[in-house]
Every structure is written in structure tokens, then in C-alpha cells.
């Protein structure tokens, strides 16, 4: 029997948007491995298809990278060889190249080998599949998938999907709305004063809110979610993967920027409401399979920078991001009755 490889080295909506690839290579037939970096794993882990997950902490990814370590990448090497692995789909964003990855997979002695590529890649990839501008980045790696023979099972709608544990994470009694201010790349969160005042409006129309972050997020959370003890609005800090997803799962809707969480939002369901900086093309990042509303300003002349931090004062593209922005965007996603009061 086949044992397939996916990889996807990034963050954890990177990943989450792999998931229709991989249940694509899981329907082939054999066990499918995800190699995942550090901060994709839990992810990858949640993923339908995926029968295991190997870290790889790969040095030509992160944007801080760690120094190569050439005992680690070795025992990579080794560790897919032991595997057995004959086939193997790379999945990378536009701007990384495939071919350091492909070069280890060679040398573990996986016989095929395909991925996205505008390199020359030698004699290191089988099918080298072109770069589609006008794609999603979902359909890019159905395409990807679809070059090298796996495709969909029939009924599956390549919707976002994870398989979570039960959960143990105690919801809100009321019906909620979930904002999530930050992001792991600063130019992509939500404008803290807006997000603040949308906070405040929604409470103040009678919406149950839970603004939610990691530990390291807790002094943005703080500023959006206001003073301590407000009514209808909570904060939830920390904790892992599967119980945020539950959380995201059981709101109203999710409003956040264009991060990990509005894919773990559309992997469960829930419809969206995005502050999209358009550092990076909408139409090949937007929520996938659910509901959603971008909010931003794809006219401003520097749209598609890739920013991480962005140097324009004010951020100009997500001006349209507002509290009054946000409850048109709920009524429009229909998300407004289920909660309560908001609606009035």
C-alpha cells in the first residue's frame, strides 16, 4: 500500500487551507503523513486524511528562521525513509520554493515528488505544476493534487474540515460573537481602536461577545475587551487549538483580521466578518465554504505589498473597518437574529 506525504510548513490557517489536498491524496488510497512546521502541527493534527504528523522546523519558512541544523535535517531525512514514503505533495504559498523540501524528500528516498514551482527544479520534482494567479489557495492545491492523480472523493465539496475531540471547553450560555483582534503578522490584525468600539457597540446593542487571543496576545485582548467585569463581554485567553475551534464553532459569527482564525472559523462553520489587509490578494485568501464579509480598501496604491508591519500611518486599507461596518456585515450574513437584542 502507497504511503503518501503532504507538507505545509507554515502557520496554522496555511494548514487549514491544505485540508482539502490532503483528504484529495487520502482518497488515492494508503496512509497519508502531514510534515507540518511548529506552529502548523495542531492543526495539521485536526485534519480529516491525515493518519500522522511529522514536525519538520524547516529554516527556509518561518519568518524568523532558526540556523540550520544540519543533525536535525538529518534526522528528518531519516525519519521519512523509515517510512517508506513513495509519494509526496509539497504545498507551499507563492513566494517560498518547493525545492528544499523536494531535495530532503530525494534524499529520503521518495520516488515522486509533486508541487508548485517557477524554479528550474532539476531532477528533484516529478510534476511541476504552475503557479494560478486567479485561484484560491484552496483550489490551487486541489490543482496541485489534481496534476499528480488525486482528486476529491465524490460528495466531498472541498469545504474546510477538521476532526475535533470532544469538547472541553464550557461555552457561553448566551449566543455570542466571537472578535479576535490579533495576528501573527501585525499588518493583518484588526486596528485596535476600531475593534475596541466595535466591542462596545455590540455589547452596547445587546450582543454577547468573547474577545479571544493567545497568552501573548493578552494586552491586545485587554484593550479591545475593555475594562474587566463589563457586561456581555468576556475575555478567553490561551488554551489549545481544538477547544478554540469548538469555541469558534458554537458563535454567531467570527470577526477577526486575515489570520489563522478565520480559516479555523470556516473549517467549523461559522461564518466571518474580516478586516482584510490587502497586503496579500482577497480572492486567493478569503474564508473558504462559509459565509463572510471582507472589510477594506483594495484601492490604495499599496495593495499587495506583503507588509508584515505596515508603514503607512493609520493603515489606510483597513479604514473601512468599523463597529457600524461590522453590524451591516452581520445582517447581511444573517447572523443578526441569532443574537438577540443586536438586532434592535
Given at each position: 500500500?502507497?504511503?503518501?506525504?503532504?507538507?505545509?510548513?507554515?502557520?496554522?490557517?496555511?494548514?487549514?487551507?491544505?485540508?482539502?489536498?490532503?483528504?484529495?491524496?487520502?482518497?488515492?488510497?494508503?496512509?497519508?503523513?502531514?510534515?507540518?512546521?511548529?506552529?502548523?502541527?495542531?492543526?495539521?493534527?485536526?485534519?480529516?486524511?491525515?493518519?500522522?504528523?511529522?514536525?519538520?522546523?524547516?529554516?527556509?519558512?518561518?519568518?524568523?528562521?532558526?540556523?540550520?541544523?544540519?543533525?536535525?535535517?538529518?534526522?528528518?531525512?531519516?525519519?521519512?525513509?523509515?517510512?517508506?514514503?513513495?509519494?509526496?505533495?509539497?504545498?507551499?504559498?507563492?513566494?517560498?520554493?518547493?525545492?528544499?523540501?523536494?531535495?530532503?524528500?530525494?534524499?529520503?528516498?521518495?520516488?515522486?515528488?509533486?508541487?508548485?514551482?517557477?524554479?528550474?527544479?532539476?531532477?528533484?520534482?516529478?510534476?511541476?505544476?504552475?503557479?494560478?494567479?486567479?485561484?484560491?489557495?484552496?483550489?490551487?492545491?486541489?490543482?496541485?493534487?489534481?496534476?499528480?492523480?488525486?482528486?476529491?472523493?465524490?460528495?466531498?465539496?472541498?469545504?474546510?474540515?477538521?476532526?475535533?475531540?470532544?469538547?472541553?471547553?464550557?461555552?457561553?450560555?448566551?449566543?455570542?460573537?466571537?472578535?479576535?483582534?490579533?495576528?501573527?503578522?501585525?499588518?493583518?490584525?484588526?486596528?485596535?481602536?476600531?475593534?475596541?468600539?466595535?466591542?462596545?457597540e455590540l455589547a452596547r446593542r445587546g450582543a454577547h461577545v468573547v474577545v479571544t487571543g493567545s497568552d501573548g496576545e493578552a494586552?491586545?485582548?485587554?484593550?479591545?475587551?475593555?475594562?474587566?467585569?463589563?457586561?456581555?463581554?468576556?475575555?478567553?485567553?490561551?488554551?489549545?487549538?481544538?477547544?478554540?475551534?469548538?469555541?469558534?464553532?458554537?458563535?454567531?459569527?467570527?470577526?477577526?483580521?486575515?489570520?489563522?482564525?478565520?480559516?479555523?472559523?470556516?473549517?467549523?462553520?461559522?461564518?466571518?466578518?474580516?478586516?482584510?489587509?490587502?497586503?496579500?490578494?482577497?480572492?486567493?485568501?478569503?474564508?473558504?465554504?462559509?459565509?463572510?464579509?471582507?472589510?477594506?480598501?483594495?484601492?490604495?496604491?499599496?495593495?499587495?505589498?506583503?507588509?508584515?508591519?505596515?508603514?503607512?500611518?493609520?493603515?489606510?486599507?483597513?479604514?473601512?473597518?468599523?463597529?457600524?461596518?461590522?453590524?451591516?456585515?452581520?445582517?447581511?450574513?444573517?447572523?443578526?437574529?441569532?443574537?438577540?437584542?443586536?438586532?434592535?
Amino acid at each position: 500500500m502507497t504511503r503518501h506525504l503532504v507538507a505545509r510548513l507554515d502557520n496554522v490557517g496555511d494548514v487549514l487551507l491544505a485540508g482539502p489536498a490532503v483528504r484529495a491524496v487520502a482518497a488515492s488510497g494508503g496512509p497519508v503523513t502531514f510534515v507540518a512546521g511548529p506552529r502548523g502541527a495542531a492543526a495539521a493534527a485536526l485534519l480529516p486524511g491525515v493518519d500522522e504528523v511529522v514536525v519538520l522546523d524547516a529554516p527556509w519558512v518561518p519568518f524568523d528562521p532558526a540556523p540550520v541544523d544540519a543533525v536535525a535535517l538529518g534526522a528528518f531525512v531519516d525519519a521519512i525513509a523509515g517510512r517508506r514514503v513513495e509519494d509526496a505533495v509539497v504545498l507551499t504559498s507563492f513566494h517560498q520554493s518547493p525545492l528544499p523540501l523536494a531535495l530532503l524528500l530525494r534524499q529520503a528516498g521518495v520516488a515522486r515528488i509533486a508541487a508548485t514551482c517557477v524554479d528550474h527544479p532539476g531532477s528533484l520534482l516529478d510534476v511541476r505544476h504552475p503557479y494560478l494567479a486567479q485561484l484560491h489557495e484552496v483550489k490551487q492545491s486541489l490543482s496541485l493534487c489534481a496534476a499528480a492523480g488525486h482528486r476529491l472523493p465524490d460528495g466531498d465539496d472541498g469545504r474546510l474540515l477538521v476532526d475535533l475531540p470532544p469538547a472541553a471547553v464550557e461555552l457561553p450560555a448566551a449566543p455570542y460573537v466571537v472578535v479576535h483582534p490579533g495576528a501573527s503578522v501585525p499588518a493583518r490584525a484588526l486596528p485596535v481602536g476600531a475593534a475596541a468600539a466595535t466591542v462596545d457597540e455590540l455589547a452596547r446593542r445587546g450582543a454577547h461577545v468573547v474577545v479571544t487571543g493567545s497568552d501573548g496576545e493578552a494586552p491586545i485582548v485587554a484593550a479591545v475587551a475593555g475594562p474587566p467585569g463589563r457586561p456581555r463581554v468576556e475575555v478567553r485567553t490561551g488554551g489549545d487549538l481544538a477547544g478554540f475551534a469548538h469555541l469558534l464553532a458554537g458563535a454567531a459569527a467570527v470577526v477577526c483580521g486575515n489570520t489563522g482564525p478565520a480559516h479555523l472559523a470556516a473549517s467549523v462553520g461559522a461564518p466571518v466578518v474580516e478586516a482584510f489587509a490587502p497586503v496579500v490578494a482577497p480572492h486567493r485568501w478569503h474564508p473558504w465554504g462559509v459565509p463572510h464579509a471582507l472589510l477594506y480598501d483594495a484601492r490604495v496604491p499599496c495593495a499587495g505589498c506583503r507588509a508584515r508591519e505596515c508603514p503607512v500611518p493609520g493603515q489606510p486599507c483597513l479604514e473601512p473597518f468599523s463597529p457600524a461596518a461590522v453590524v451591516e456585515a452581520l445582517g447581511r450574513l444573517g447572523t443578526l437574529e441569532a443574537l438577540g437584542e443586536v438586532a434592535a
